[in-house]
């Protein structure tokens, strides 16, 4: 029974075009992450929610909208993909604000 | 300023000889640490955390780390190393009052038969 799934686990789409990636846990964690992992392994937080409010919002690029419509949900939407949004996207929750964090598998996106 | 810093982006040792990998950090408060493992095209996952009291933590797959507040180090050893500890090996710092975590850079460790 998989902890953190995220869908798809393969992405490749076209500059320009609105994708999201999808996110689950079911360990009944309260906090959940967005990290962006670049080809040099480098990892970026991106957002987390505590309790379905924002709670870290990094200086990202405002087309990337993260949505949890529950606790067990954080979606991320990216609109008009560019090139440099090609990378690993991780999800992740834990317990309480950076606690210990269980990943999902990872989703590859590649833009094209 | 919070932040961690991993010594060596890339680490070889041979198998069955000891794995050390360094881990420093900055921080005004008490921070937890934590050591986490990607292995390829896979997430991560824990390896072993400290949060308060025991400085010397043990973790999954035989690997420990010891908090050194003086130094403001987390190193994560082994003492023999498995073709199977082939991986990226992160560690993190949680200031947990601030609302802020870190990730180190990686360290990407081979195994050498």
């Not at chain 1, 953190?4 to 500059?15: A, D, E, F, G, R």
């Not at chain 1, 870290?56 to 087309?63: K, S």
């Not at chain 1, 909208?65 to 529950?70: C, E, I, L, N, V």
């Not at chain 2, 000889?17 to 008490?30: D, E, F, G, I």
Request: with cysteine; net charge neutral; proline share 5%.
């Amino acid at each position: 029974d998989t902890a953190v799934s995220q869908t798809p686990k393969y992405l490749v789409t076209q500059m320009g075009n609105d994708k999201s990636i999808k996110c689950e846990q079911n360990l009944g964690h309260d906090t959940m992450y967005w990290y962006k992992q670049d080809s040099k392994k480098f990892l970026k937080i991106m957002f987390s929610y505590n309790n379905k409010e924002l709670i870290i919002n990094e200086t990202v690029p405002n087309r990337f909208s993260p949505k949890s419509p529950d606790k067990a949900h954080l979606n991320l939407h990216i609109n008009s993909l560019e090139l440099g949004d090609s990378a690993v996207y991780f999800c992740a929750s834990s317990h309480q604000p950076f606690w210990e964090q269980f990943f999902g598998p990872g989703t590859r996106l590649t833009v094209l | 300023a919070q932040s961690v810093t991993q010594l060596g982006s890339h680490v070889s040792v041979s198998e069955g000889a000891l794995v050390l990998l360094r881990c420093n950090y900055s921080s005004s408060v008490p921070p937890y640490l934590f050591w986490y493992v990607q292995y390829p095209n896979q997430g991560l996952q824990l390896l072993l955390k400290y949060t308060t009291g025991a400085t010397l933590v043990k973790g999954i797959n035989g690997f420990e780390a010891e908090f050194k507040k003086s130094e403001t180090s987390f190193h994560l050893t082994k003492p023999s190393a498995h073709m199977s500890d082939a991986a990226e090996y992160f560690c993190a710092v949680s200031i947990r009052a601030g609302n802020q975590f870190y990730f180190g850079t990686g360290t990407s460790l081979t195994v050498i038969p």
